[in-house]
Nanobody, 122 residues
């Protein structure tokens, strides 16, 4: 069983950057594909990015492509989301999640963190 803890959220001006981190417990981190999702007030949770078990393959939502970068360090059991050129519509609670296979479907992820708030000020 994996436990995930996100960090790095905060208040940032539009155009700025933030780096989110997700620390995973357990010795099987490298056996999971990892994803980032976000949920804005009044909206459904949406896919942001995923990264394969090895870290070689990544996939992004069109809304963040070219601005966000997902990465992982299997030796440190961490997955990161570097967010650049942030926009007001990026305001949301961001969650990391673990899945047996990389997917954009939230319901296929087995483990979730508690989320970290990202707020953009215009």
């Amino acid at each position: 069983q994996a436990q995930l803890v996100e960090s790095g959220g905060g208040l940032v001006q539009a155009g700025g950057s933030l780096r989110l981190s997700c620390a995973a417990s357990g010795r099987t981190f490298s056996s999971y594909a990892m994803g980032w999702f976000r949920q804005a007030p009044g909206k459904e949770r949406e896919f942001v990015a995923w990264i394969s078990r090895s870290g070689i393959i990544t996939n992004y939502a069109d809304s963040v492509k070219g601005r966000f970068t997902i990465s992982r360090d299997n030796a440190k059991n961490t997955v990161n989301l570097q967010m650049n050129n942030l926009k007001p519509e990026d305001t949301a609670v961001y969650y990391c999640a673990a899945s047996a296979s990389p997917t954009v479907s939230a319901h296929l992820y087995d483990y979730w963190g508690q989320g970290t708030q990202v707020t953009l000020s215009s």
